[in-house]
């Protein structure tokens, strides 16, 4: 059973134009969702989150949207970069009994923006 | 400040052979997990641990074993190994609390079980 679904599977973007990464959730016990940046090689980083209590949050060029009555939210990366590059997974996590469940990740995206 | 360790980074099993993956972490963090990632399928999660002494079982438990017998470690064990268990594994650490669950991921270790 697949909590998180994350779409598109890869995705290719000129260097300059707008990356949207969607998820879709079905926990409406889920209370928090991160993004996470993968590099090859590397372990996964936060890039940022947010808790349904609000719509949207930005950093820098990376904002997420959180619709909660759909219980979908999104990932765009303005002005996307070459050094943005990298596959993006989105989660969800939830509180039960005296602490945090596991973070359930999406299935990932890879990006890719042309120069 | 190390962070998140793992080892070994890379290793080589026959089927049936035990190994263990070490995890340790150096920010006094309560909340520990192992994922695995395979190609399309994200990262699934094994077993978690939110203090020493408590374990519970994530998404994808069966063939492996874990213990947290300290804040600091959280070895994963892999009692009979099967080449289903080929995968790239991550350890990661957090603080179990509401509102500073930051996720922090060790660098991975690339098992191939022939």
């Known amino acids: 059973q697949q909590q998180v679904k994350q779409s598109p599977q890869s995705l290719i973007v000129q260097k300059g134009g707008i990356s949207i990464i969607n998820c879709a959730y079905e926990n409406t016990a889920f209370d928090y969702f991160p993004w996470y940046q993968q590099f090859p090689g590397k372990g996964p980083a936060l890039l940022i989150a947010i808790r349904p209590d609000v719509s949207e949050k930005k950093e820098g060029r990376f904002t997420i949207s959180f619709n909660k009555s759909a219980k979908q939210f999104s990932l765009h990366i303005m002005d996307s970069q070459p050094g943005d590059s990298a596959t993006y997974f989105c989660a969800a996590r939830g509180y039960s009994g005296g602490g945090a469940d596991g973070l359930t990740f999406g299935k990932g995206t890879h990006l890719i923006i042309q120069p | 400040n190390a962070g998140v360790t793992q080892t070994p980074k890379f290793q080589v099993l026959k089927t049936g052979q035990s190994m263990t993956l070490q995890c340790a972490q150096d920010?006094?963090?309560?909340?520990m997990s192992w994922y695995r990632q395979d190609p399309g399928m994200g990262l699934r999660l094994i077993h978690y641990s939110v203090g020493a002494g408590i374990t519970d079982q994530g998404e994808v438990p069966n063939g492996y074993n874990v213990s947290r017998s300290t804040t600091e470690d959280f070895p994963l064990r892999l009692l009979s190994a099967a080449p289903s268990q080929t995968s790239v594994y991550f350890c990661?650490?957090?603080?179990?609390?509401?509102?500073?669950?930051?996720?922090?991921f060790g660098s991975g270790t690339q098992l191939s079980v022939l």
């Open positions: 920010m006094n963090h309560e909340y």
């Open positions: 990661a650490s957090s603080y179990s609390r509401q509102g500073d669950e930051k996720l922090f």
